[in-house]
């Protein structure tokens, strides 16, 4: 399993961001995916998931403006940030659970000025 992530950048606070999160693998259509990011000198922390079933689940700090979505003809899961805040800059890494393994993309970095 290979999962390539892109979409980041530099934004201003307000703006928006899709991050886009691609697999190589056949397992897609099964397998639960989601988004975490990470910021300088803090954990890694769960953004926004869905299952293969199309459920999601959110943190509380992206409520109401991150969307997280999956499109299975093109094997991608998608994170939709609306009204970016300075607070969300971090790295994002697209995540997918198979067998028990979390698979990690690369990360892409987004950053929000005030």
Same mark, same amino acid.
């Given at each position: 399993?290979?999962?390539?992530?892109? %979409?980041? %950048?530099?934004?201003?606070?307000?703006?928006?961001? $899709?991050?886009?999160?691609? !697999? !190589? %693998? !056949?397992?897609?259509?099964?397998?639960?995916?989601?988004?975490?990011?990470?910021?300088?000198?803090?954990? $890694?922390?769960?953004?926004?998931?869905?299952?293969?079933?199309?459920?999601?689940?959110?943190?509380?700090?992206?409520?109401?403006?991150?969307?997280?979505?999956?499109?299975?003809?093109?094997?991608?899961?998608?994170?939709?940030?609306?009204?970016?805040?300075?607070?969300?800059?971090?790295?994002?890494?697209?995540?997918?659970?198979?067998?028990?393994?979390?698979?990690?993309?690369?990360?892409?970095?987004?950053?929000? !000025?005030?």
């Amino acid at each position: 399993v290979q999962l390539q992530a892109s %979409g980041g %950048g530099l934004v201003q606070a307000g703006g928006s961001l $899709r991050l886009s999160c691609a !697999s !190589s %693998g !056949s397992i897609f259509e099964i397998a639960p995916m989601a988004w975490y990011r990470q910021a300088p000198g803090k954990q $890694r922390e769960l953004v926004a998931g869905i299952t293969s079933g199309g459920s999601v689940n959110y943190a509380d700090s992206v409520k109401g403006r991150f969307t997280i979505s999956r499109e299975i003809a093109k094997n991608t899961v998608y994170l939709r940030m609306n009204n970016l805040k300075p607070e969300d800059t971090a790295v994002y890494y697209c995540e997918m659970d198979y067998g028990g393994v979390m698979y990690w993309g690369q990360g892409t970095q987004v950053t929000v !000025s005030s």
